[in-house]
């Protein structure tokens, strides 16, 4: 149980472009989800966490005009990185958080490698 | 101040052997505990969570938390160098914060044959 998955695992675009990954919680419905975001030897970055049905609430310094989150369901959310640019190159990780004896306990996705040309 | 810090490490331990890895975390209203585990280039998978004081123990992982002192440990019994991870201890403050967790820097752990 617990499964969350994330599509694509590996992306390369060119500088400019739009990129979605989608964040999916298989076999529990999930009312929060949080999107990380992980540089090479660094420590997760929370991005924003994501609620079904209203807006995303957004960690200070990340913009949500070029991250886009959206979560049209309890299983779904996607995350769109708008005029993305080499610096936006980066592991971006979900997780999704079911609710159990420890409260709301969060189950990761695979995370999807961005590449930005 | 840092608000959930693990000793960075990197912690060495030959195979076979105990790994312990240690926590603290300054908001005393924190209520439940997450151990993951991370292998390079791969996303955090769970390990062990906890939420009462004492020791709980699956398998060859044993979390222990100790609220008054604030701090929350993982050993590892039978150390395999399949072990070898970063280990990323987290934490929830429980209330209106919908799951949100806090994590630590993880501390690298090498179990050498």
């Not at chain 1, 929060?32 to 030897?41: A, E, I």
């Not at chain 1, 997760?44 to 949500?64: D, F, H, I, P, R």
């Not at chain 2, 222990?64 to 990323?88: E, F, G, M």
Request: aromatic share 10%; net charge neutral.
């Amino acid at each position: 149980g617990a499964v969350v998955s994330q599509h694509p695992s590996r992306v390369i675009c060119k500088s400019g472009t739009s990129v979605k990954i989608e964040c999916r919680s298989l076999d529990f419905q999930a009312t929060t989800m949080f999107w990380y975001r992980q540089f090479p030897k660094k420590s997760l970055m929370l991005m924003a966490t994501s609620n079904e049905g209203s807006k995303a609430t957004y960690e200070q310094g990340v913009e949500k005009d070029k991250f886009l989150i959206n979560h049209a369901s309890l299983t779904l959310s996607t995350l769109t990185v708008t005029s993305a640019h080499p610096e936006d190159s980066s592991f971006y990780i979900c997780s999704a958080a079911n609710t159990g004896l420890a409260g709301e306990t969060q189950y990761f996705g695979p995370g999807t490698r961005l590449l930005v040309l | 101040q840092k608000e959930v810090e693990q000793n960075s490490g990197p912690l060495s331990v030959p195979e076979g052997a105990i790994a312990s890895l240690n926590c603290t975390y300054s908001d005393r209203g924190s209520q439940s505990f997450f151990w993951y585990r991370q292998y390079s280039g791969k996303s955090p998978e769970l390990i062990m969570f906890i939420y009462s004081n004492g020791d709980k123990e699956d398998g060859r992982f044993t979390a222990q938390l100790n609220k008054a002192s604030q701090y929350v440990s993982l050993l590892i019994r039978d150390s395999q160098p399949s072990d070898s991870a970063t280990y990323l201890c987290a934490v929830n403050a429980g209330g209106t914060s919908y799951g949100k967790l806090t994590f630590g820097q993880g501390t690298i752990l090498t179990v050498h044959p």
